[in-house]
Nanobody
Framework: QVHMVESGGGLVQTGGSLRLSCAASGRIGNSHMGWFRQAPGKAREWVASITWISSAPDYAASVKGRFSISRDYAKNTIHLQMNNLKPEDTAVYYC?????????????WGQGTQVTVSS
């Protein structure tokens, strides 16, 4: 069983920055990791991913150039540096292992971390 614990969310003004963290425990193996978010009344959407071996990042068009994903192999942790935040980035952010299509592979999600961007 894999468990994800997200942290680092908060309230920030437009243009501000936040750094999210996701600590993964359990049988991660060689999994790629990703961030997702869910805004009120909307479906959960993929935000960014990072591969296991090469740490190659991939981003949704809406966050490219503003967000940066990184991985700490020793701590089984991934981070999401979010800069130039916009009100439309307001959502609960989650992490999960992902496949090559950036689809989540763990059925069990963590509690997420709330990000609120005020205008």
């Amino acid at each position: 069983q894999v468990h994800m614990v997200e942290s680092g969310g908060g309230l920030v003004q437009t243009g501000g920055s936040l750094r999210l963290s996701c600590a993964a425990s359990g049988r991660i193996g060689n999994s790629h990791m990703g961030w997702f978010r869910q805004a009120p009344g909307k479906a959960r959407e993929w935000v960014a991913s990072i591969t296991w071996i090469s740490s190659a990042p991939d981003y949704a068009a809406s966050v490219k150039g503003r967000f940066s994903i990184s991985r700490d192999y020793a701590k089984n942790t991934i981070h999401l540096q979010m800069n130039n935040l916009k009100p439309e980035d307001t959502a609960v952010y989650y992490c999960n292992t992902v496949n090559q299509l950036n689809r989540p592979t763990q059925e069990l999600w963590g509690q997420g971390t709330q990000v609120t961007v005020s205008s």
